[in-house]
């Protein structure tokens, strides 16, 4: 039903524990989770990639970590800072702050590669489960049937103004990474 036009954004999310789980890689976090069946707690907003994410981790796991959902995830941020949950999976935008002041340990990211905002933190696939990889990526569709010379504008138009240096300092800061490429491109991506 729609003609894809042009990608334009990806994103990520990242798992973070309280500062005081002993704990400083998903590794060593199934450890000690294992170790203390059901001491662990992990928040997240009800219905969202979050808890799709935790569950699956989880699962793939093992790990008897409780569940808390909450009505959205800021909720659940707000309760690990202050110490009333243990883990959390967020966007790298929300939580990058965070981390980088020490208030939450940063310990894997769900993209398929390192996150320019946190470069330090490996991907959930380098850290042993490829199955809790996980990216958004935004674009623009039309109609289907849409003229190709429509669309060949509309991609070129979004591509050249994806190379804007102002365009992309404010996309990051929403914890967005540009994506240019083909119409061909985003229908593989989509498929």
């Known amino acids: 039903s729609f003609e894809t036009i042009a990608m334009l954004a990806s994103s990520s999310h990242v798992l973070v524990v309280a500062p005081d789980v002993p704990a400083t890689t998903v590794g060593e976090l199934i450890a000690y989770a294992k170790a203390n069946p059901g001491k662990l707690t992990f928040g997240f907003g009800l219905g969202t990639p979050p808890q799709i994410l935790g569950e699956t981790l989880k699962r793939i796991t093992g790990t008897n970590i409780a569940s808390i959902p909450y009505r959205g995830g800021a909720q659940a941020i707000t309760d690990v800072l202050g110490g009333r949950i243990h883990m959390n999976i967020g966007t790298v935008a929300t939580l990058a702050p965070l981390i980088r002041d020490g208030k939450l340990?940063?310990?894997?990211?769900?993209?398929?590669?390192?996150?320019?905002?946190?470069?330090?933190?490996?991907?959930?696939?380098?850290?042993?489960?490829?199955?809790?990889?996980?990216?958004?990526?935004?674009?623009?569709?039309?109609?289907?049937?849409?003229?190709?010379?429509?669309?060949?504008?509309?991609?070129?138009?979004?591509?050249e103004s994806l190379k804007s240096t102002e365009l992309r300092a404010s996309m990051a800061k929403l914890g967005f990474e540009p994506v240019s490429g083909s119409p061909q491109d985003f229908a593989a991506r989509l498929a």
């Open 105 to 159: 340990k940063a310990l894997a990211i769900t993209s398929t590669t390192r996150s320019p905002d946190l470069p330090d933190v490996p991907t959930m696939a380098e850290s042993g489960y490829p199955a809790v990889t996980s990216v958004s990526y935004y674009g623009i569709l039309g109609p289907a049937g849409l003229a190709a010379d429509v669309v060949g504008k509309l991609n070129r138009d979004v591509n």
